[in-house]
């Protein structure tokens, strides 16, 4: 069994994958790291996204835990992260999710609803902490 995290380079990517890692480490379980990435995107931009994944796994060694980095040509960031799940028969997925407005809160992000309706396990959302 493993967690799924999804991972973008942004506050709240980190906050998915602090809260994989700390979830991988309780549970004794590996962590799989998945990217989506567009299927235009640039050299330069999976260049950034490769050295982006280099700082990921050096954490990852640095907290001594069992790992994989996925990065999938999708472009289809709930498919691939539910897709991985089910392959991998994952024991939870985690997600990052932006803090919103009161009004905000109404409207949950297209990716996030579809990974939460649509998982075939257990799904943790974090935010990244206020600013």
Same mark, same amino acid.
């Given at each position: 069994m493993v967690i799924v995290?999804?991972?973008l380079?942004?506050?709240e990517g980190q906050a998915a994958?602090?809260?994989?890692i700390v979830e991988g480490q309780r549970r004794d379980l590996r962590v799989v790291v998945v990217v989506?990435?567009?299927a235009d995107?640039?050299?330069?931009e999976q260049m950034q996204v490769e050295a982006e994944l280099d700082a990921?796994?050096?954490e990852l060694i640095s907290?001594?835990?069992?790992? /994989?980095v996925l990065v999938l040509d999708g472009g289809d960031v709930? /498919?691939?992260?539910?897709?991985?799940?089910?392959?991998?028969?994952?024991e939870l997925i985690v997600i990052g999710l932006r803090r919103r407005s009161p009004v905000g809160k109404l409207i949950l992000g297209a990716n996030a609803q579809r990974v939460l309706f649509d998982a075939p396990c257990p799904v943790l959302t974090v935010k990244p902490p206020a600013a």
């Open positions: 995290v999804g991972y380079a942004t506050p994958l602090e809260a994989a989506s990435m567009r995107a640039t050299d330069a990921v796994r050096a907290r001594t835990v069992a790992y /994989d709930a /498919d691939d992260l539910i897709g991985t799940a089910e392959e991998l028969e994952a």
